[in-house]
């Protein structure tokens, strides 16, 4: 089977998805939230299940790519505090992958798009009064830590979709630009290497699915690069306007299918 037939996937749908792969370098080294469009895209043309296997290999590159740009802005003690509670929430999102079907994994995406649109409107809301960084350290702050933890182990085990909730949590503990760049990266490489044996043992990612992969990943650096020149640019008010709307159109068109 080659990469164009590959579950039907016809001229267009193809390059949908090599659209959705630039976005995911794009998201990964300048505006986070531009990866849900990916999603939605992704799981548009593909089948729901299958569509988080095989983004995921991309979302490692475009990981990849962040860390090699902002290695040195990481916040350690934070990773730490995130981790135990992020693996149980990826152990639930696993066991929920083994019970769902297509169609209910399909209509969760759609309104885990639609969640993390909510959260992200609220986030920009709520970003002018942010904690204080130190504030993780109490204890509402680790009750916080944990309870974001699940949650974007489970959102991103599941639909690949922990990037706002992980997101939220960063602004809202008061990162700046860089540190919030630097942390989420090694955040989401090490979280999505994790999440590579469990994808593979639910037959998400097999000889297929890579073999696609291997056709959109090239594209995943044009978009890093990019996002690593926009990111001093970009008037990212405006940006994120647009990433929620897309993302809600997205989700809407995941629960109406």
Do not use: C
């Not at 290999?57 to 902002?70: E, H, Q």
């Not at 399909?106 to 809301?125: D, E, F, N, P, Y």
Request: net charge positive; aromatic share 10%; hydrophobic share 55%.
């Amino acid at each position: 089977m080659n990469t164009m037939t590959l579950w039907h996937i016809t001229g267009w749908e193809f390059a949908a998805l090599a659209l959705a792969a630039l976005l995911v370098g794009f998201s990964k080294t300048a505006v986070s939230g531009a990866n849900t469009v990916s999603l939605a895209i992704f799981a548009a043309v593909l089948p729901a299940k299958a569509s988080t296997g095989v983004l995921l290999p991309l979302l490692i590159a475009g990981d990849v790519m962040a860390v090699l740009t902002y290695r040195r802005h990481a916040h350690w003690p934070t990773l730490w505090r995130l981790f135990p509670a992020v693996a149980a929430g990826v152990v639930f999102g696993t066991l929920f992958l083994v019970w769902a079907d297509d169609g209910i994994v399909r209509t969760s995406i759609g309104a885990i798009l639609l969640l993390m649109a909510g959260v992200t409107m609220w986030r920009r809301r709520t970003a002018e009064t942010a904690d204080e960084p130190d504030a993780v350290v109490t204890r509402a702050g680790r009750i916080k830590a944990r309870s974001y933890g699940v949650l974007g182990g489970f959102t991103t085990m599941v639909a690949n979709a922990g990037g706002p909730v992980m997101s939220m949590y960063l602004l809202s503990a008061g990162f700046r630009k860089l540190g919030f760049l630097g942390t989420s990266a090694f955040f989401f490489l090490i979280v999505n290497l994790a999440k590579v044996p469990f994808s593979a043992s639910l037959g998400l990612i097999d000889g297929h699915s890579l073999l696609l992969d291997a056709a959109l990943v090239a594209l995943v650096v044009p978009g890093a690069l990019l996002g690593k020149w926009a990111v001093h640019r970009i008037n990212q008010r405006l940006f994120e306007q647009l990433v929620i709307a897309a993302t809600v159109l997205g989700g809407l068109q995941l629960l109406l299918h």
